[in-house]
DNA sequence: ATGCTTGACATTGTGCACAATTAATTTTAG
DNA sequence: CTAAAATTAATTGTGCACAATGTCAAGCAT
């Protein structure tokens, strides 16, 4: 015990460094303070941070995993600039999932569970009505992971995981400024259906749901600057 | 042009060594080569690869991002021993997913795709009968991914790769000796189907055939040596 | 004999310095 | 004045050395 100087403070803060990082690069992704395209320069973020350069650089690959940055080889990292198909597929995929979520849900569900997406819709419900907006998007993506924690399916929990996040990402590029989001209402109609067993309108909200949200963004029409020279001038495809 | 004494050798090799020691490792893994639970220290692999240790670190950084080598702090890299629930979660999902991706192969696939599919399995064929089980195995999982191709969505593919990786993995830790895997026929009589728009019995085949591989798993009689301490002691389950 | 402390060893983690690559700018020849 | 070539500058990538951490075994006390 005399070795050890601050074993907590070391311990814990040290690993605790990474994750803080990556969390505060990835929210501020989500919260549009990096617009996609944004450059990430490692030497910027490691002076921000207050960290070493490879720490930053091992965030940025583990951001790249994630679809949240692209790393182009000595070239440097990017907030990512989903394409449209991308985005396409990333709904299409949710969808799928998330209707079937429903499915496990009802079979699984305790009161316990119930309990727990009720206090998420409270807390979405007061996000919402003192402004503080960027909570409630966060809250509203949280709900749709909490109904994949109540599946009992680890794996699925994963995939929707990263699907969330790169929805986020999508509406960054593609979402109006009026950007309605998930209303609470939904999921508070939702819900009901849930609790009493109504699977198959349950399902069918769930769906709707994912719909409006994609029907919201704009592929059309991108300004001149948003558009990216590579995807345009690429030879085949 | 005079100063980049050899252009192509440092760029392109370079490049591939880090996926070189990746598939080489990540094949070793799938080919029972490398059971569950084995210890991956970097510096053997470095100097077994001739590669510096960083690379290892960064390799296997990024198979535990495919959940093939679990990374525990300060103790190492180990191949990743998948629990009953997670294997049992792949499957289930793989499901669903392979389930949905028949649809879309039915709807979009056409005469290019189809021969792709029959060349696939002409080479799964050819492979079972001269014997060369790894390849008759990859090329049973590449089957699976092809029909993800064809169904023209990105995330599904990537989601699918993924899955059909840690289903090796499973395989090898739960499997038994006498493991059938896919059979060719399976695939065979698959794509009748397909062709001819059956989308159900297609859909059925196909659920059919991942509960068959589930079925040939065993999950109870585990010898004492197989079992995961920290799994039976862990507070909440 | 059992349990705890201590020290040595092995392995992983991190920061730094330098190499390699690419983009931008300037130079120079036609 | 234009265009290609060469230089320069900025940024990423890699290997090395050292620090931190965890494991194992031996010794000591109870």
């Known amino acids: 015990m005399i070795k050890k100087s601050f074993p907590v403070e070391s311990d814990t803060e040290t690993i605790n460094i990474d994750q803080q990082v990556y969390e505060q690069i990835k929210r501020a992704i989500f919260d549009h303070r990096l617009p996609p395209g944004t450059k990430l320069t490692e030497e910027k973020l490691s002076d921000l941070f207050a960290v070493s350069r490879e720490r930053i650089r091992k965030v940025l690959q583990r951001l790249s995993y994630d679809k949240c940055v692209s790393l182009k080889p000595n070239r440097g990292a990017y907030v990512a600039q989903p ?40 807390r979405e419900y007061a996000a919402h009505q003192q402004g503080r907006l960027n909570e409630a998007i966060a809250l509203s993506g949280e709900f749709h ?7 009992r399916n680890i794996v699925l929990l994963d995939i929707l995981r ?34 009493t067993r109504q699977v198959q309108q349950a399902k069918k909200l769930m769906q709707e749901h994912l719909r409006t949200l994609e029907a919201q963004l704009y592929f059309e029409a991108r300004s001149a600057r948003d558009i990216d020279l590579t995807e345009v001038f690429k030879p085949k495809a």
Do not use: P
């Open 145 to 151: 992971l909490l109904l994949a924690e109540i599946s």
């Open 162 to 195: 990263d699907l969330v996040a790169r929805s986020s990402l999508i509406i960054a590029m593609y979402g109006r400024q009026s950007f309605s989001l998930c209303g609470y209402e939904d999921h508070q109609v939702f819900l009901k259906r849930l609790k």
């Open 83 to 122: 394409s449209v198909q991308e985005a396409r597929d990333v709904f299409a995929t949710r969808g799928l999932i998330e209707s079937h979520i429903v499915e496990l849900v009802v079979q699984n569900a305790t009161e316990a569970d119930y309990a727990h997406l009720e206090q998420n819709i409270a």
